[in-house]
């Protein structure tokens, strides 16, 4: 029996890493569009110097939560790919890859603080989901209360897309750099090396 054709344990932990990987890839370049799309929609609907403030409530508000929860998913995604690259198992191999503005840690970082920015807005989002005008009993919305409480959203949402935008350049530009993969192929290679002399020698 060939022993190179059997799966070990190992060999199917690669395969998936290796095909995550290949989902990351696309899911980075998919949010980056995603998020340039959202935030031009907003601006559009928000008018010249936000000056359609209630146009962009009742525009945006059947496409607040989805949009945002779908965001979301996506900045997920795109954060485990990114810090599957960096192997945080080893704490000294990340740091370095921070201190020598590695591009995988630097992307890694940067979706993180998109994460972080865009689950500090969903409450915003879930209001704008909620919106009816403020003459209305029951609203949330007080009148000239709109610019107070877009404004930081609208930013916000800015941000993200330009975080999402530079974490794609950064792993664009290397998108074979993995270092989890290849703590692990050297593990394997150290753990089993008298394994590979001996089929050397009876080959």
């Not at 485990?80 to 960096?86: E, G, H, T």
Request: charged share 15%.
């Amino acid at each position: 029996m060939d022993v190179k054709a059997l799966w070990t344990t190992r060999d199917v932990a690669l395969s998936v890493h290796r095909g995550f990987r290949v989902i990351g890839l696309f899911t980075h370049g998919f949010l980056a569009g995603y998020a340039v799309w959202n935030i031009i929609v907003i601006y559009i609907l928000a008018g010249n110097q936000l000056s359609t403030l209630s146009n962009l409530l009742q525009q945006y508000k059947a496409l607040a939560y989805p949009a945002q929860s779908f965001l979301y998913l996506l900045l997920a995604l795109s954060t485990v790919s990114a810090f599957d690259r960096i192997d945080l198992a080893k704490a000294s191999v990340a740091v370095r890859g921070f201190l020598t503005l590695d591009p995988a840690a630097i992307a890694s970082f940067l979706y993180f603080v998109a994460l972080i920015l865009s689950l500090s807005q969903q409450m915003t989002s879930d209001r704008i989901n909620l919106y009816t005008p403020p003459s209305e009993n029951g609203s949330l919305w007080t009148a000239g209360a709109e610019e107070q409480i877009l404004q930081p959203w609208i930013v916000v949402n800015l941000v993200v897309a330009l975080l999402v935008g530079l974490s794609w350049l950064f792993l664009s530009y290397r998108p074979e750099l993995d270092h989890s993969e290849e703590l692990m192929f050297h593990a394997e290679v150290e753990e089993f090396p008298e394994l590979d002399k001996s089929l050397n020698v009876q080959s």
